[in-house]
Structures are given as structure tokens and as C-alpha cells.
């Protein structure tokens, strides 16, 4: 009895004066999923914010109540996918049931919502009914904004991002005490090519030193944490786990962050085993470690920068990056078409011979990687 009547307390502290709940809405919520190519429930833990959220209105017996809802500016309602109305404020908003129940002749409408800043669902979406009689409970009800704001839940994901974050902020500090020439190397302008990196030749010629395979598994650890901060919404997904639990649980991301480094790092070592022993097939033995030297430099400029330009822009605006994440294919392949040109004009200027055999190379050598990487975390 105890819990029920303070359940009902915090249930009217959310609304205006005078108003209680008869259905609550936000419990039916429903998002269009691209994957079944139909709605599906709302799951938080899944979905988190997003641009359009939908609920069905049954009009029977509901029509001489109010539709009650709090929405944010710029956000669009329709109704049967027809525009209604356009929130320009931040605040409650009243609908009569049966003013909507003459728009169309049916016994439910489909109510969806649009906000391009992923600002939804909306934190309340009801049937309510004013009360008659004011008493010590509704006069009490003031505030609603802030009393939401206490509501929202803790998003684990921003927690497990940051965290992960600092620990590749953590490894750079060790990498650049340790091994800070041997990481100006490769964090460079300048390519193999280049005189003043002609004479030191140790880095490029011992690809399986300790320097090289620390500073390749730091780059491994910057590329999983791109992987995992584009592709946080689909990660459960992608491993085909229907249980949400795991979408709040630290201790997965965490292992999923190492396993997609852990793959990163085993790839990058068997492009190494790759090159090799296709360079040894076709008589271009001489390329092999500077093209390993001139794919890692290359990433080496890309990879930190555009983590950098990723957590600064989550930080900020982090439905910004969700907006950004289906134009990242395009970004990636861009950035391996580049690397490609450039590797390709780099080995050609080392080897005064068999440029068709290069080519057939790095085609080889670039292409299945490439393919690989696509099949593994995609």
C-alpha cells in the first residue's frame, strides 16, 4: 500500500495541476526498425534517443478525456502520417480525444512524433483527465520540467565510451614517454622517401620489434574505439544478442571493446604475413617492409585524428554523431582509396621494374584485407 501510494504521488508530481493519468503511453512507444522493415516496440536500453517515435490512441471510451503530452521545440506531430502541429515551445501541450477522433473515423490513430535533434521520445505521452476538485496532492504539482530532468535514466554507454577514451589517452601518455621518436616516425608527414627517414632504417626494417608491435597495438586500440563509438547502437546486433541486458552492462562493452582491438591488432600482423609472402611470390622482396612502414604511417595520420574529432564532437552534440554514422562507409573508403594512391605511388618510385607485378601486389595484399575487415566487424 506504501509503494502504491507513492508511486501515485510521483506519478502526479510529473503532470500539471489538476491533471491525473488514465493510460500512460509511453509504455506502448514503438520505432521503426530498418532490420524487420517494421515497428517494434521501444526499447531504451536499445534504441536510446531517437528521431521518430510512434503509439497508438484507442478512441473508445476515451473521447472525453484529454491527449496530454510534454514536447520539446521543433518537434512534429502527426497523426496517420499526416502533419498536425509543430511544437515551437518547451512545455505541456492539450489535446481533446474527441477533437482528434473527428479527423479520422477510426476506433485507434497512429500518433508519431519528429525531432531532427533526436531529442524523443517524449517524457510524457498520456490520457489524462482533469481533476474537479483541487486537493494537498495536486497543488503540489509545479515544476515538471526538473521533476523529469531527476527521471531520465543514466545512459551506460556515454560512461563506457569516456572510459575507454581515457584509457587510449593513457596508453598515448606511455607510448609517447617510452617510444616517443619511434612514434614521431610514424606520426609524420614525411614518407619513407624522405632522406631524414632513410637514415633511420631500424624501425622499418624490424616490423615484429617491440617498439613496432607496441606502437601497432596502440594504433589497434584507436581504431576499436572508432569501431565501438559508431557502432555502440548496433552492437548487440552484430553479435546476435536479443537479451538487452547487456546494452547496461559495463563489463560487455568492455570486453567488447578488447575483442574488436584484440581483432584489429591480429589483422594488422597478418597484413604484415600477407604482404610477404605474396612480395616473395612475385619477386618483390625489397617492398615488403616499406610498404608495411608507409600502410601504418598512413593510418597513423587518419585514425588518431578522426577519434579525436569523434570524441569531441560526442562530448558536445552526441546525436550529431549518430547523424554522421551512415555516412562513415563513405569516409572509410574514401580514406583506403587515398592510402591505396599513395601507397602505390610510393612503391613505384622504389622498384624501377616490374610495375605490373606491383600492381597485381597491392591489389592482392590491399583488397583482401580490406575484404576481410568487412567480414570481421561488420
Not at 577514451?165 to 616516425?185: D, G, H, P, Q, S
Not at 612475385?282 to 579525436?308: C, D, M, Q, T
Not at 622498384?351 to 590491399?366: A, D, G, H, P, V
Request: hydrophobic share 50%; net charge positive; with cysteine.
Amino acid at each position: 500500500m506504501v509503494l502504491l501510494m507513492a508511486q501515485a504521488k510521483a506519478q502526479v508530481q510529473l503532470l500539471p495541476e489538476n491533471y491525473f493519468i488514465i493510460s500512460d503511453l509511453t509504455e506502448s512507444y514503438q520505432v521503426y526498425d530498418e532490420k524487420y522493415e517494421s515497428y517494434v516496440p521501444y526499447i531504451k536500453r536499445v534504441y536510446q534517443n531517437t528521431q521518430t517515435i510512434s503509439a497508438w490512441l484507442p478512441l473508445h471510451k476515451n473521447k472525453p478525456y484529454t491527449l496530454l503530452l510534454y514536447a520539446y521545440p521543433k518537434t512534429y506531430f502527426f497523426i496517420d502520417k499526416k502533419l498536425v502541429y509543430k511544437f515551437d515551445k518547451e512545455g505541456w501541450y492539450f489535446f481533446s480525444i474527441d477533437s482528434l477522433a473527428r479527423i479520422k473515423n477510426k476506433s485507434h490513430l497512429f500518433l508519431t512524433f519528429y525531432h531532427e535533434d533526436y531529442r524523443l521520445p517524449l517524457p510524457t505521452l498520456c490520457i489524462a483527465s482533469k481533476q474537479t476538485v483541487t486537493d494537498k496532492l495536486a497543488k503540489k504539482t509545479k515544476e515538471p520540467i526538473s521533476l523529469q530532468i531527476l527521471q531520465r535514466q543514466k545512459k551506460v554507454i556515454r560512461d563506457v565510451i569516456t572510459s575507454i577514451f581515457l584509457l587510449v589517452l593513457v596508453v598515448f601518455t606511455l607510448v609517447w614517454i617510452y617510444y616517443r621518436k619511434n612514434f614521431l616516425r610514424y606520426y609524420s608527414l614525411r614518407s619513407s622517401r624522405s632522406v631524414l627517414i632513410r637514415n633511420e632504417i631500424l624501425l622499418m626494417s624490424k616490423p615484429f620489434s617491440l617498439a613496432n608491435l607496441i606502437l601497432v597495438l596502440f594504433l589497434s586500440l584507436v581504431i576499436g574505439f572508432v569501431y565501438v563509438l559508431i557502432r555502440q547502437e548496433k552492437a548487440l546486433s552484430i553479435l546476435q544478442i536479443n537479451n538487452t541486458y547487456w546494452a547496461d552492462n559495463i563489463g560487455f562493452w568492455w570486453l567488447f571493446y578488447l575483442a574488436i582491438s584484440i581483432c584489429i591488432f591480429a589483422l594488422l600482423i597478418f597484413k604484415y604475413v600477407l604482404n610477404w609472402f605474396f612480395a616473395n611470390l612475385l619477386g618483390l622482396e625489397k617492398i615488403v617492409n616499406i610498404h608495411y612502414f608507409e600502410y601504418i604511417r598512413l593510418s597513423y595520420l587518419f585514425y588518431p585524428n578522426f577519434a579525436l574529432f569523434l570524441i569531441l564532437l560526442y562530448l558536445s552534440f552526441p546525436y550529431r554523431v549518430t547523424q554522421i554514422v551512415p555516412y562513415m562507409p563513405y569516409i572509410f573508403v574514401s580514406f583506403y582509396v587515398l592510402q591505396i594512391i599513395f601507397l602505390l605511388f610510393y612503391i613505384y618510385h622504389s622498384l624501377n621494374s616490374k610495375k605490373l607485378y606491383i600492381f597485381y601486389y597491392l591489389c592482392i595484399t590491399e583488397l583482401t584485407l580490406f575484404l576481410m575487415s568487412i567480414k570481421i566487424l561488420m
